[in-house]
């Protein structure tokens, strides 16, 4: 956290000038308790005794280590502790400025007041301007008269916020009565109450109002967000949004951080649905031609007891498998999604639009020493794709305990388990009880350094009783006893080159082979439940191949550092029981030989990059899967990425991104999706971007394909194109102000 600006380097500096009665003209003395030096110049330094105050006049600068102050005259009264400086007062304190005609300020509270006040704040790169700038906490500040507040350089500003009072807490939120919205000084909008950020960290909750038209979906649709600071450690944002097609909805955002052990996010929304629809996706059909009540519901929360001892919930619920096909465009769960967990309130791990097939709801007790684990969950899941949810199977409870792998007895011998109890449980068909044991042993052998081995033998006991009244085959309840021996075996064959280049000084080659022997007896699983998942035969071999190639580089200052910039790895497995099986009796030719996986990473230099992830059917003689991403790039900010994706009968997608900057503030964008197997452009998207230093800009044209299809897969109306237009305008360190 920073510590404040201007003023309390002021009060440093005048505490400095109380351990100092006989200061001189251009004198040097400690500055009181902190010790560091002052330096303070004048035409003339005056004490008087009496009266027990400081007054120094004419061209006035007070150097110290937080900073300089200049001025006309500075006068300390000590009995009141009370200070003013005035006439072309100029306080510098690193980045930070404030200026003003005259600045007053008390010691003991650490406040003051600037007048005809000017504040530059470098942390948040924040102007603050008005009649009287009053500093009222160690981050707070009320600019009374004339308020001003922009993130724009110079004099003339692209936009600032003026009104009568602002009132603003560095990385928090500011208020503004009577506000104003001033392009080169002409007032473009008026709000009476404006509530805007004025800070770096937790951009999430921002009071931005949003448009868009859609005209197959939503239609008009405005939402308008509003965030109340309920306190230091909790916050709401209540949404309030209207779609003309479907109706008012309105949601509520509550997050909480009571402390670093204890914080969590709500959110739920709610409509009445006036839309209606009639339609079928993905053999799915609905027939709305009344009201819907729809919402959703996400609870994140965590409760650290101690670092090894944690309590943890994700509650995603939503009212109907449609809700993120109606709402793709724009929702809560779009704007905050995360791939990680490094925002602490922004962390939705899941895209919410209409490719989300299902959604699951955990919570878990988790406990960890150095070398076991207990767990006790419980989740539930949404299976989008179904036409009832009563099918899909849930896990509550779900109770493990599990050892890591650790030296048995301090011998060689490594040892691991796995213990689980789970009750599964659906509305229609099997359910009941499991419990599995599974200890592994294992054992490293080191072949001389030419290599590793290791043996293991897996023990996996599995009990199960039912709970349903549906038909049983041969009992209500059961076990299974395998075991599960593997050998895996590796080795490195490797060679340094020296290239001697002045970037490129070597380059190591890496050839590793590894193969993996598993065994799985035949047991009968005849009377297993459905919840549990058999374990079939198995006698198979795997071997793989990886190549890698790794450079060492050097910078212009000698830092040496390494890439590997080629891998390209295949993989097979061979079926010894196919290989065996008795054709005249089961017919059909022997297929041993199982799909070659393909990996490849090329990382040439910096900017290029190719992956491909891809499977051969040697059976078929035909590629089974083909996934490929070429990107490209360059130091001005130039992107072309490539994509491909197949998987054989079911998916051929082409995706095409550009980004093209054409000077520092203009740049372009295109987004292409293509079906190749419909042989039909699902998406494209036009964006043009222009930005300035406080501002930008963007103007965007997306056409995207919408399909209504019937059981038969047949589509009944045809194909519906729908086309949005956006217009986005950012001003930084205020929000977004957009349409569509």
């Known amino acids: 956290m920073r510590k404040g600006i201007g003023l309390s380097i002021i009060i440093l500096l005048l505490l400095a000038l109380q351990a ?108 603050l301007a008005g009649d009287r700038i009053i500093k009222t906490g160690e981050f707070s500040y009320v600019v009374d008269g004339g308020a001003k507040a922009t993130t724009c350089d110079g004099p003339s500003p692209a936009w600032q916020l003026a009104g009568d009072k602002l009132d603003v807490t560095l990385e928090g939120y500011g208020t503004l009565k009577h506000a104003r919205l001033m392009a080169k000084g002409i007032p473009v909008l008026y709000i009476p109450y404006l509530i805007f950020p004025a800070k770096t960290k937790r951009q999430s909750g921002l009071l931005s109002p949003y448009f868009a038209f859609s005209d197959t979906k939503l239609g008009t649709d405005v939402e308008i967000p509003f965030f109340w600071a309920i306190s230091d450690d909790m916050d709401a944002t209540l949404y309030q949004r209207y779609m003309d097609k479907r109706g008012y909805k309105q949601g509520v955002e509550f997050r909480y951080f009571t402390s670093p052990n204890n914080f969590g996010t709500f959110y739920g929304d709610f409509m009445n649905d006036t839309g209606r629809v009639k339609e079928t996706a993905g053999g799915i059909s609905r027939d709305w031609q009344s009201d819907q009540q729809r919402w959703s519901l996400y609870l994140n929360h965590q409760t650290n007891f101690d670092p090894s001892f944690y309590f943890r919930t994700d509650i995603r619920k939503v009212s109907d498998s449609w809700y993120f096909k109606d709402f793709s465009s724009n929702n809560y769960y779009l704007s905050n999604y995360a791939t990680t967990e490094d925002q602490r309130f922004r962390k939705v791990p899941f895209m919410g639009n209409e490719t989300l097939g299902s959604l699951e709801s955990t919570a878990r007790l988790v406990k960890n020493w150095s070398l076991y684990n207990f767990t006790v969950s419980g989740s539930s899941t949404d299976n989008f794709a179904a036409v009832s949810n009563e099918a899909t199977l849930q896990k509550y409870p779900e109770v493990t305990l599990t050892g890591v792998k650790h030296a048995l007895f301090k011998s060689p011998v490594n040892f691991e388990f796995t213990s689980i109890y789970d009750y599964f449980y659906r509305g229609v068909g099997q359910k009941g009880h499991f419990y599995e ?51 895996y075996a590796n080795t490195e064959v490797s060679r340094v080159f020296n290239i001697g280049g002045q970037t490129l000084e070597k380059i190591r080659h890496s050839i590793v082979p590894e193969l993996t022997y598993t065994y799985v ?52 497995t061979f079926d010894i029981i196919e290989s065996h099986r008795d054709v005249a009796a089961t017919g059909g030719d022997r297929k041993p030989f199982g799909s070659v996986a393909m990996e490849v990473d090329f990382i040439p230099f910096q900017y290029l990059s190719f992956m491909a992830r891809n499977t051969y059917d040697v ?122």
């Open 20 to 127: 100092s009665p006989g200061i001189c003209q251009r004198s040097q003395t400690s500055g009181g308790t902190s010790g560091d030096p002052v330096t303070i110049e004048a035409d003339s330094i005056s004490y008087d005794q009496e009266q027990n105050t400081y007054h120094a006049t004419g061209n006035v600068v007070i150097t110290y280590v937080k900073g300089i102050l200049t001025a006309d005259d500075v006068f300390l009264e000590k009995s009141r502790d009370q200070a003013r400086a005035e006439g072309n007062v100029k306080l510098k304190s690193g980045q930070d400025t404030l200026e003003g005609d005259r600045i007053d300020f008390d010691i003991r509270d650490k406040t003051g007041v600037a007048y005809r006040g000017r504040a530059f704040m470098a942390q948040n790169h924040f102007y």
């Open 437 to 487: 044991l599974k200890p592994t042993l294992s054992l490293p052998i080191n072949l001389g350094g030419y290599g590793m081995m290791t043996p293991a033998l897996a023990l996996s006991e599995v009990m199960w009783r039912r709970e349903d009244q549906e038909p049983v085959p041969s009992g209500k309840q059961g076990n299974r006893n395998l075991y599960i021996a593997s050998l």
């Open 521 to 572: 007896p035949y047991v009968n699983q005849a009377d297993l439940p459905n919840f549990i998942a058999p374990v079939g035969e198995q006698q198979t071999l795997t071997y793989a191949l990886t190549n890698s190639f790794m450079a060492r580089l050097k910078d212009k200052d000698g830092k040496k550092n390494y890439r590997e910039f080629l891998r390209f790895k295949l993989a097979q």
């Open 619 to 740: 059976n078929k003689t035909t590629w089974s899967q083909a996934n490929y991403d070429l990107a490209l790039s360059d130091t001005r900010g130039d992107v072309a990425v490539l994509g491909y994706r197949y998987t054989q009968y079911s998916i051929e997608e082409i995706n095409l991104y550009l980004k093209a900057v054409v000077t520092k503030s203009f740049d372009l964008t295109y987004n292409h999706r293509r079906n190749q197997l419909l042989q039909k452009d699902f998406e494209k998207t036009i964006g043009i971007r222009y930005q300035k230093q406080c501002w930008s800009v963007v103007l965007s044209y997306a056409e995207k394909l919408n399909t209504t299809i019937n059981q038969s897969g047949v589509s009944t109306d045809g194909d519906k194109l729908d086309r949005t237009y956006m217009l986005t305008l950012n001003l930084y360190g205020l929000g977004t102000f957009g349409s569509q």
